[in-house]
């Protein structure tokens, strides 16, 4: 190494000094002492000398400037910190205030790097130095550390944390901001004995007994500083035992950079039963060095059925508990031994070890192969070590192998990776960043020494895929204009993309929904196959969560390789944050279901009489348009033909409408029947509720107008707006029930309700079976067996031509079935005779195309054959 006095020149570059200190895994054992020494040494120059008040622990941001309006700006708080008490929240709200920061002006002379931490940064929060950004795109999901490259500043410059002015809504936390100069470059041991080290961990062994002072000098670009430690390692004479013997494995040796190694110490402490032990393994197929005691018949053999390892085990057997004991003992010289160590098998609950006169093991339950480790350390000179049955042992099976006496417990590691890393743990984890092939080595100490196992080429990396993925389009429900309660929301990802020049295979793609766990857990997941150099594809996935109630707002992020599996050259853009969605009922969809207290089209008037019921919607041209003025409408003897013989039971007037407008929220009219001001009460409605269209409100209204109809003359209804009334009328409709004793017997069933259906995925989110209103004919049970016809009528607005489809009791009547235009509100007719059921019958009117069409008033008429009664 360079003397310290070479790394300067002309005086003293600036900036600061490191500290040096450092610390030793032991201070003090018997010759030879291996000792590993690990630098504590830290750069100096930290936030307090740089920045001003960059931990905010005053409370309050003293050092800043700060800009934005008083309700959206900066400040220090302690709901959300890194570390200390306090952090900087910049928040921001309406884009149109203005930008929002918090800047300080430093001296970076130098100045190696800034770093900093922030969370909660939702895709806006930027930094820059002077006039120019520096980091972008924040999206800090849990506190991340930062670090901005500023070795190429000098002088006084403006470090500036800012939320411009296209960020809403952002919340944004920064702490610990802090100046970072003079990376330590160089080590200088003294290890008291005349020997020194340049390494920055480096392990030493002590050969002598003695008290050593150990020195360590750290240097950088602007100086150094020296720790010494006075009598630091304390070393006795040695006291024998052996060295260790190293030996290392790894989870992975190839792979792609970067590539993470988990590598296993298998070093393992010599003085085995070779040494201390005669014959532990039994490898010459006899008991050799043992005294075995039992009689001929029972007593212990070296046998191959059923052993640890190697060849043979010893087989201890006991039979008739009068004939004694039954035993295989050894002297064994303990001196320096740790432990004694060995593996048995099917000791039925009665086998013991002792040493001397002493049990150390007891009830042995070995069902399968089980090490057994017996301290001896407190042990010392030659002791007798006896594996016996005792008498109380009948038809005992024990087998007993690999008896070791173990010395010298490794204390410490040293790892050279071959790419200039090193690791003092004993199972570290090391990541190569680059391709290449790497030799690596351990080096396993003990108190009596050291051993060094070394494998050439171990590891081989190959270079990482260059492979960028992002999301190049946007993150948006489907559709994009809300998200819808009572059921899943499709979410669309545009343009999923591989900027980088190389393929990705099997990339994960996640979806957030800021309603669940906090966006902190995906709500859906997809996997795309492949996407090859500039390769796109836009995916769809389903967030299953359902919101019961409308109200609020969701935002989903998206994020591509959440888990980070797939190496990136630039892992800081693989989210994308939708716009905040309002949740909504889907008006499109069929009320009943789809609308927290919405209602299907229920049944209000049921009669059981000898007669019939006529109705009579006025044509297509009395459909009148937002803006009208007055509308005259006029149904002639003929429209309802009504025999001379019956009697009018009810007539029912139905007004519907569209489009409306009107302040309030309810059509503001005057209508007369037959020159007599009518009261139309308070209408059925529905509406939308999402996209361009979402106020725009439909509406049926239902007039029992019975006392003011003329039977054999024209019935006229007159309606005229009042003022602000804005919206648009469909022509009207009569219905008549009458009694007739020369009719045929009828249960007529007459059900009301307003209900706007639209079939579209992609423009209102609905499938056909989701765009349907059910109609339960309910009040009345019906005698199938003397039924001769069952009729429908069935009222839709805007429905046709050839559009929505007919379904009575679960089967498919018609499809494509009214042909009416968007201003008619006419029945289509349907027969369903061979479909009724004598209770529960429910029809059901299905949109077919996103038009859209309103379903009405509906119609269901029983008739009975007379000839049966």
Known sequence: MAPFENYFSGGSPGGDAPVANFTANVTSGAAPLVVQFTDLSVSNGNCEERVTNGGFETGDVSGWTITGTDEYRGEATSSCKYSGTYALYLKAGDPEEGTFSASQTIDLTHVDAITFWSYLGQGAPHVKIDNTDVVT??????????????????????????????????????????????????????????????????MHTYTSAGN?????????????????????????????????????TANVTSGTAPLAVQFTDLSVSNGSSEERVTNGGFETGDITGWTITGTDEYRGEAT???????????????GDPEVGTFSAS?????????????????????????????????????????????????????????????????????????????????????????????????????????????????????ATGNDSETKTDYITVSAAAQVDLTISGTVNTVPASAIFAREPNAVRIASVKNNGPDAASNITVAVYASDVANGTAPVNTTTIDSLASGATSTVTLIDPTIRNLEGGTVTYTAAVDPANLIAETDESNNNKISAAKSVKYNGYKGKGIYWDGGSNITTQHT???????????????????????????????????????????????????????????????????????VMLGTPYMDKSNFGAYADYEYGLYAVDVTSLFDPIGNNTLVTTPNTGNKNALYPSTLVVVYSDPNATRKQIFINEECDELGYSKTSYGTTMEEATAYVPFTGMAIDTADVQNVTLYSFVGSAGPDEGNLIFNGNVVATNAWQGTLCTASAQIFDVTSLLNATENVAAVQSTSSGGMVVLQQILVVEYDDSQN
């Open 304 to 318: 191959s059925s059923c052993k640890y390892s190697g060849t043979y085990a010893l087989y201890l057997k006991a």
């Open 212 to 248: 050593y002072t150990v020195s360590l000098t750290a240097a950088n670009a602007t100086g150094s500083d020296s720790e010494v430690k006075t009598d630091y390692i304390t070393v006795s004479s040695g006291g024998g035992g052996d060295a260790p013997v190293a030996n290392f």
């Open 137 to 202: 795109d924040i999206y800090d999901f849990s506190w991340t550390e930062h670090t901005i490259d500023t070795s190429n500043y000098s002088g006084n410059h403006t470090l500036t944390f800012y939320l411009p002015e296209s960020s809403p809504d952002i919340n944004f936390y920064v702490d610990d901001i802090s100046a970072v100069s003079g990376g330590i470059t160089a080590w200088s041991w003294n290890f008291g004995d005349n020997a020194t080290s340049t390494e920055q961990n480096p």
């Open 607 to 677: 009669y059981d009489l000898r007669g019939d019921v006529v109705s009579s919607t006025q044509p297509e041209d009395s459909y009148k348009s937002v803006g009208w003025t007055d509308r005259t409408e006029t149904w002639t003897a003929g429209d309802l033909p009504i025999p001379r013989t019956a009697t009018v039971e009810k007539v029912l007037l139905y007004v519907s409408y569209n489009w409306d407008q009107t302040p309030g929220g309810l059509p503001n009219l005057t209508a007369t029947f037959n020159g007599n001001t």
């Open 330 to 446: 050894q002297t064994v010289d303990l001196t320096g031994v740790d432990a004694i160590t060995f593996w048995s098998y099917l000791g039925q609950g009665a086998p013991h070890v002792k040493i001397d006169d002493t049990d150390v093991v007891t009830d042995i339950y070995d069902f399968s192969w089980t090490e057994h480790t017996i301290d001896t350390s407190n042990y010392s000179g030659n002791h007798t070590l006896t594996f016996y049955l005792p008498e109380s042992s009948p038809n005992i099976n024990f087998y007993v192998d690999d008896i070791s006496a173990v010395s010298g417990g490794i204390t410490a590691w040293s790892w050279n990776f071959g790419d200039n890393a090193t690791s003092t743990e004993q199972n570290p984890v090391h990541t190569y960043m680059s391709a290449g092939d790497y030799t690596v080595s351990l080096t396993a100490a003990n």
